[in-house]
């Protein structure tokens, strides 16, 4: 017998030992987290790394080889039908009616949803800078997620799945994308995000899973996440640069000089203030911050878990 949703239930998802394979092919193996009512979490990994097989059995799209899902006290299968009326969804890809505008679209899922929700959509639209009225043929992958993002916050939605949502925005609409997210937290409703850009993870999410070749390698607070991974910092001086007085800071894990450019790996130990400080003794023309790839996360992060 399917059990009765709780509605104060702490775990909003909750997924154990999930494996799916396609053919002989395994997609997600023996992963299990839980997301918390109420909180932006993240589930973070490279293209191919089992994010959306994992979202798509979450909605029984697909279903599992082995394991079990459940979503608000509900198990994923049996009870489909009361999830997808309680969440928002956007996929990866998006179709859309190219026949359709967009307030057309909304209209439908009026209709899908039995309640109004067109009020709420031209609100969002206009805060993404999104014509609802415009016909939805030939759009570009930006102007797609805005739809589709306004689709599925409208109803708002207990629970919001995102399947790499900020894919396309440009950095004011990630801006607006990301103030959404905590509106939607704050209101007590539940974000579920998958995403390989780590900036936008730190940003907004209160915890990530991160998953790698199918297989969950942790699930962790952001703050200890970025706690062990590093930045790169770039200063670009007026002379040929030199990395002495550099050398002695703690945190600082590699230095690299290229003419003017003077490159330092800088790590969570790192004493910015005396890093500012010792910057400041130069001419500055320039400074930049780069965020460290996935696959460097893993290197750093799990390479010193084994250790």
Sequence with gaps: ????????????????????????????????????????????????????TTIRTILDLIRPTQGQVLVFGLDSRRGAQEIHRRIG??????????????????????????????????????????????????????MKRKMGLIAAISHQPELLILDEPSIGLDPLMQQVFNELMREARAAGRTVFLSSHNLAEVEQICDRVAIIREGKLEAVEAVHNLTRVTFRWITLTLPEPAHADGFRDLEGIEAIETAGEQLRLRVSGRTNI?????????????????????LEEIFLAYYGQKEH
């Design 89 to 142: 969804y956007l996929p990866s890809e998006l179709r859309l009616w190219d026949n359709w505008t967009g307030a057309q679209y909304i209209r439908w899922l009026e209709t899908v949803h039995q309640r109004p929700i067109l009020p709420e959509a031209e609100h969002i639209s206009e805060r993404l800078q999104f014509e609802l009225g415009r016909s939805l043929s030939g759009m570009s992958t930006g």
């Design 273 to 293: 203030d005396a890093l500012i400080k010792q910057a400041a003794q130069h001419t500055v023309q320039d400074i930049s911050i780069e965020h460290p790839t």
């Design 1 to 52: 017998m399917q059990p009765r949703p709780d509605p104060n239930a702490a775990e909003v998802i909750d997924i154990q030992n999930l494996t799916h394979r396609y053919g002989k092919v395994v997609a997600v193996e023996d992963v299990s987290f839980s997301v918390k009512r109420g909180e932006i979490f993240g589930f973070l990994g490279p293209n191919g790394a089992g994010k959306t």
